[in-house]
């Protein structure tokens, strides 16, 4: 069993010093890991993180992060990512993790994922080069995903993003923006792969459960939508237990 | 960009700003104009940037009422948990 803690977009900045540790401070009670679906800050500068990284600090638990749209826009990936690493986040674009808890082990496959739309309705690597990016881009982090999750020889795999692989969980959100919400591609990867529960964010508007078309659990865990500090999943059992052994392994892409 | 003419814009352009302003970068305001009144809807992770989002609103959309029904986030604790098979 293992107890998974997540929660997306909480849009970090530097006046959000003091507002997350107070919630974050139950997740050694509650959980065995924490998972942060993307936009962990408002611009994405390495500063920003760094007050992330302080309101995260005695939570007791792994975290795992994914980044999201708003973590590249000051175009300092590398710094940012440094900054969370350095602080003990582990930062997954593309590649693996694992956590152990008392014998269970739970792989988690990371990316932020992209838009482009849902099945029927989407995008196509064809026209203008911009066009074609845009779909491209998608199509190589489904890839990704797809390779990390297969890669993965664990009890449980979880499946952590920033953009929504099933209209499901945009349920609220405007018919007209779900292409750049989400992408069909990344369910697809991981059903072809597969995967125990998927988290992801960025639909602020949409609703929490969803479900991809392989039969995988989707959990859209943006802050505005389960409006509390984290949610809580628990892969194995119906019933908490006190886990007290936890480690991780395996590599995040630099 | 000056604020648009044609009120019918007026939303969409109010949107992109709330988005794209430096000091603002607030992607998930609902904007909605209705007669002289424009609503705001949404979450934001403090006291200080819904009414930063307000304000800036008002100032961007002179002569139309701004009603700030944007929320807070709130960052309490969770009490339960799915189990998932």
Request: glycine share 12%; hydrophobic share 40%.
């Amino acid at each position: 069993m293992i107890r998974i803690a997540a929660v997306g977009d909480i849009h970090v900045g530097e006046d959000s010093r003091g507002r997350l540790r107070p919630g974050f401070a139950s997740l050694r009670e509650n959980a065995d890991v924490l998972l942060l679906a993307g936009d962990l800050t408002r611009c994405g500068s390495p500063s920003e993180a760094q007050v992330l990284v302080e309101e995260l600090d005695g939570a007791g638990v792994p975290v795992v992060a994914v980044l999201g749209n708003h973590d590249h826009h000051a175009a300092r990936v590398k710094e940012l990512t440094s900054v969370l690493r350095t602080g003990g986040v582990t930062v997954l674009e593309g590649a693996s993790t694992v956590v152990e808890v008392d014998g269970c082990r739970v792989g988690i496959a990371g990316t932020k994922g992209f838009g482009g739309g849902f099945a029927g309705a989407s995008g196509s690597d064809f026209g203008e080069p911009e066009m074609k990016a845009f779909v491209g881009h998608t199509k190589a982090l489904a890839q990704r995903l797809h390779d990390s999750l297969a890669s993965l020889d664990t009890d449980y795999r979880v499946a952590l993003l920033h953009y929504a692989p099933v209209p499901d969980t945009l349920a609220g959100e405007r018919l007209e923006i779900f292409p750049f919400l989400g992408s069909y591609l990344l369910a697809e990867a991981i059903d072809s792969a597969g995967c125990d529960l998927v988290l992801h964010g960025h639909a602020h508007g949409g609703t929490e459960k969803g479900v991809t078309a392989g039969g995988v659990h989707v959990r859209n865990v943006a802050q505005p939508v389960i409006r509390q500090a984290y949610a809580r999943y628990c892969l194995g059992a119906d019933s908490i237990s006190s886990a007290t052994s936890r480690t991780m392994s395996g590599a995040a892409a630099p | 960009m000056n604020t648009p003419v044609q009120p019918e814009y007026l939303g969409g352009w109010l949107s992109e700003r709330l988005a794209e302003d430096d000091d603002v970068h607030e992607l998930g305001i609902t904007v909605r104009v209705a007669g002289d009144a424009v609503f705001l809807t949404g979450v934001v992770s403090t006291e200080e940037r819904r009414d930063l989002v307000g304000a800036r609103a008002a100032e961007l959309a002179p002569g139309y009422r701004v009603r700030n029904e944007v929320t807070v986030a709130s960052y309490a604790a969770p009490e339960e948990q799915e189990s998932l098979a």
